[in-house]
């Protein structure tokens, strides 16, 4: 069965310094979703890649998928408190719409 | 895009209870899901919701103890049963329309405690 492994666990970025998250799938990802959520909270959808290669933006937080469609990262410039929170990948399981989900990786802002 | 209204926002409840969770959302949708967060954790899905139809539950997740029910293409309700405080957890629903490549629309989650 497939697995997501997301890296790192968790993460403590001083304000306004750049930060990437991965996310690494034992086989070829179809569908991978990003998605942040605050602290008890719901999941706030943010990105979804299909392409190997591709990548797409939304203010200041980037998301790509490799070639081999087997990682992806996210990426946020110049972070801020607001993206304080903690953030999961979801890869589609080619099951009823079902997803996979990694185990998050939590984001510390220290002002 | 959906909006998902899920109720209650939190509860905390005393064990040997049951408590029903609403998730209300606000177009037609075809494909309707229930997980549990437990602290700290990810996500783990505890059944799909079928209009018309029974659930489909995941492994580790029986109907006695997680009834769902589906009436109609907006709503569902889960009902934890005879609670024990290893049913804390954060329950949330979540929702996405058919088609390649839809992400899942999610409520803000109920957050249970139970004593």
């Known amino acids: 069965s497939q697995e997501l492994e997301q890296s790192p666990q968790s993460l403590i970025v001083q304000e306004g310094k750049n930060l990437t998250i991965n996310c690494t799938s034992s086989?070829?990802?179809?569908?991978l979703y990003w998605y942040k959520q605050k602290y008890g909270e719901g999941l706030i959808f943010l990105m979804m890649?299909?392409?190997g290669g591709e990548e797409k933006s939304h203010e200041k937080i980037t998301a790509k998928l490799d070639e081999k469609k087997q990682q992806s990262s996210l990426h946020i410039t110049a972070s801020q408190p607001s993206h304080a929170g903690i953030y999961l990948c979801?890869?589609?399981?080619?099951?009823?719409?079902?997803?996979?989900w990694g185990a998050g990786t939590k984001l510390i802002i220290k002002p | 895009s959906a909006v998902i209204s899920q109720k209650p926002s939190r509860d905390i409840c005393q064990r040997g209870t049951s408590l029903t969770i609403q998730c209300q959302v606000d177009?037609?949708?075809?494909?309707m899901f229930w997980y549990r967060q437990q602290p700290g954790q990810s996500l783990t899905l505890i059944a799909t919701?079928?209009?018309?139809?029974?659930?489909?539950?995941e492994s580790g997740f029986v109907i006695d103890k997680f009834p769902i029910s589906r009436p109609n293409l907006t709503f569902s309700t889960l009902t934890v049963s005879n609670m024990s405080p290893e049913d804390s957890s954060i329950y949330l629903c979540?929702?996405?329309?058919?088609?390649?490549?839809?992400?899942?629309?999610f409520g803000d989650g109920t957050r249970l405690s139970i004593l």
């Open positions: 890649l299909q392409k």
């Open positions: 177009s037609q949708v075809t494909m």
């Open positions: 979540s929702v996405t329309f058919t088609g390649a490549g839809q992400p899942q629309h």
């Open positions: 919701a079928n209009q018309g139809s029974e659930a489909t539950y």
């Open positions: 086989k070829t990802l179809y569908g």
């Open positions: 979801g890869a589609d399981s080619g099951s009823n719409y079902q997803l996979i």
